[in-house]
């Protein structure tokens, strides 16, 4: 296996002088730590500000002159801090006096939104004494915006094979003009997993501020537990469903490869954190779930007609595309249909949207529920999960949470719960408590094989 280690730190792990000071002992205590990926500065406390977010706001701000000011002060402190702090010999006031200078010379968006992981890969790069590269010469995008795979492999595998040691910022690269593009907000992951997959790695590390996956999130359950092992599916499965664990596009260039991803602590480096691979061991198979998940402002869409599978659904889909609406999940049946789609979108158009279904469609009901919240239900042992989801519901019910739809994707081990917005955190609470009863998890241990099945649509 190649002896190689890429690691990603994220805003959280070099948000100031102190962690990359951790960030520096956690590279070099282990020699295959040979790329490593950074993120610009996040926040140091609860009320600052993530320099991307600063950028942003100067970008915003440049026809006010006081605002600008205020918000790069900011920045140019926060980096000089971090440079006397380690007592660099880097003039890092220059490189801020000439990005300054691009804000008001027609700099782009990703251009200025960039700097934050340029100018964290030169302090750190200066700091542990590794080159620093440039992604700008490495990743590579196509004229229509998207990552130009064959064109990155090849300008990665020529720059990095002549390196021995280099730091490279995350979340961004360059179009095929030379002008700067960036990735979607947590771009730096999908960094750090083409690098991995491109030089194959034996392991693509992943720090930041906690020890790995929680199975749930922790600003709303108390002391979750850990999932040490997770596979691909299940860790796309949590993020697409609002999980703040990886960014769901970085998942793929990794599980193409093979190459696991683990989840680390820059905090707390001694704990093990979060092994992502393809299968689990069998041990790791007997849990319940692997996790919950949820996001909110969507709005669910029900339409019934007679046959409407069959005369109207290409129709509603037009419609959807030409309103600029993305579905989020669909549910549908001979006679009816379920669309779950973004709040926002559809305000924007809704007089309009319901004009020309009942122009086109001509159904017999539709119906629009706002204000919705999706919680996912990343199941793992799904016979298991079917005899419990019923004190899952009952305990809903109890708390007056009403469920408004249940959807199972196809072919995937998971569920997914509509919910109003007010009660997304209060739902995700209670179904975490309901799996992780220590009653019923010893009931299930042990009774698993008498215990009535009270879950027809999780089919075995």
């Known amino acids: 296996m190649n002896k190689l280690i890429v690691a990603k730190f994220g805003g959280s792990s ?4 102190k962690q990359f000071k951790k960030v520096k002992e956690i590279v070099l205590q282990d020699k295959r730590r040979r790329y490593i990926v950074v993120s610009a500065p996040g926040k140091t406390f609860e009320k600052d500000y ?3 977010d600063l950028l942003y706001k100067c970008y915003c701000s ?4 006081n605002l600008f000011e205020n918000y790069f002060n900011i920045i140019e402190g926060k980096y000089v801090s ?3 702090n380690l007592k660099l010999d880097l003039n890092i006031k220059k490189f801020l006096y000439d990005i300054k200078n691009d804000f008001f010379s027609g700099a782009s968006k990703d251009y200025i939104l960039s700097r934050g992981e340029y100018l964290n890969g030169l302090i750190f790069s200066k700091f542990i004494n590794f080159t620093f590269i440039d992604p700008s010469d490495i990743i590579s995008f196509k004229q229509n915006g998207q990552l130009d795979k064959e064109a990155t492999k090849m300008l990665i595998l020529n720059k990095l094979s002549h390196v021995e040691k280099a730091v490279i910022p995350g979340f961004y690269g360059s179009n095929k003009d030379g002008s700067i593009k960036t990735f979607p907000r947590g771009g730096s992951d999908i960094t750090g997993s083409i690098i991995s997959s491109v030089m194959n790695a034996s392991i693509y590390e992943n720090w930041t501020d906690v020890s790995g996956v929680l199975m749930a999130n922790p600003n709303i359950v108390k002391d979750p537990k850990n999932i040490r092992n997770m596979t691909y599916k299940e860790i ?3 993020s697409h469903m609002g999980a703040n664990v990886l960014n769901e596009d970085s998942i793929i260039p990794v599980e193409e490869s093979k190459i696991p991803i683990n989840i680390r602590n820059t ?3 001694n704990d093990i954190g979060t092994f992502i691979s393809d299968n689990l061991p069998d041990e790791d198979c007997k849990d319940t779930i692997a996790g ?4 909110g402002n969507f709005s669910i869409v029900r339409l019934e007609k007679l046959n409407l599978i069959n005369d109207g659904l290409n129709n509603l889909f037009s419609i959807i595309n030409a309103d600029n609406i993305s579905v989020e999940h669909l549910s549908f049946n001979s006679d009816s249909v379920s669309l779950i789609v973004p709040d926002s979108q559809l305000r924007k158009c809704e007089n309009s949207f319901i004009s020309k279904i009942e122009t086109q469609l001509n159904p017999g009901s539709i119906t629009i529920n706002h204000n919705i919240s999706l919680v996912g239900i990343i199941i793992r042992n799904i016979n298991k999960f079917r005899q419990i989801i019923h004190k899952i519901f009952e305990n809903l019910s109890n708390q007056n949470i009403k469920i408004k739809i249940i959807m199972q994707p196809s072919c995937e081990s998971n569920i997914v719960l509509g919910v109003e917005d007010a009660d997304l955190s209060k739902t995700i609470k209670l179904i975490y408590e309901s799996i992780n009863n220590p009653v019923l998890i010893e009931k299930l241990n042990t009774e698993s094989e008498s215990l009535p099945i009270y879950f027809n649509i999780l089919s075995k």
């Open 236 to 238: 796309k499965n949590l």
């Open 50 to 52: 993530k320099v991307t």
């Open 62 to 65: 440049v026809d006010n002159k």
């Open 292 to 295: 919950i998940s949820g996001k």
């Open 267 to 269: 905090n707390n480096p």
């Open 82 to 84: 971090i440079c006397n």
């Open 14 to 17: 070099l948000a100031n002088d």
